[in-house]
């Protein structure tokens, strides 16, 4: 089993910054691709950012420009730099990762509130 552990939510002014952390612990044989998700109140879940073991990275269209995705630490931890923050980036933040054995297992963490003020 893999535990994601996330971090550094809060509560920022409009156009402030907060920078996430995720890390995996446990019974880690290779972890792949970890990913941000975000959920709001009434809202479905969705992707924010994902980056693969070798860099690649992708971006919901709402956060380019703004969001940064970066892995360290022999890659098993995964940060979330968000600048320019916007009220409608509230929400529950949860970290997401495919840990790869024989065959792929996918994790999700607790989440992490992050709350926009206007």
């Known amino acids: 089993q893999v535990q994601l552990v996330e971090s550094g939510g809060g509560l920022v002014q409009a156009?402030?910054?907060l920078r996430l952390s995720c890390t995996a612990s446990g019974r880690i044989f290779n972890i792949n691709t970890?990913?941000?998700y975000r959920q709001a109140p009434g809202k479905q879940r969705e992707l924010v950012a994902g980056i693969t073991s070798i860099g690649l990275t992708n971006y919901a269209d709402s956060v380019k420009g703004r969001f940064t995705i970066s892995r360290a630490g022999a890659k098993n931890t995964v940060y979330l730099q968000m600048n320019n923050?916007?009220?409608e980036d509230t929400a529950v933040y949860l970290c997401n990762?495919?840990?790869v054995d024989l065959s792929?297992?996918?994790?999700w963490g607790q989440g992490t509130q992050v709350t926009v003020s206007s």
Not at 104 to 107: E, F, G, I, Q, T
């Open 15 to 17: 156009g402030g910054s």
């Open 34 to 36: 970890m990913r941000w």
């Open 85 to 87: 923050l916007k009220v």
């Open 97 to 99: 990762a495919d840990d």
């Open 104 to 107: 792929p297992r996918n994790y």
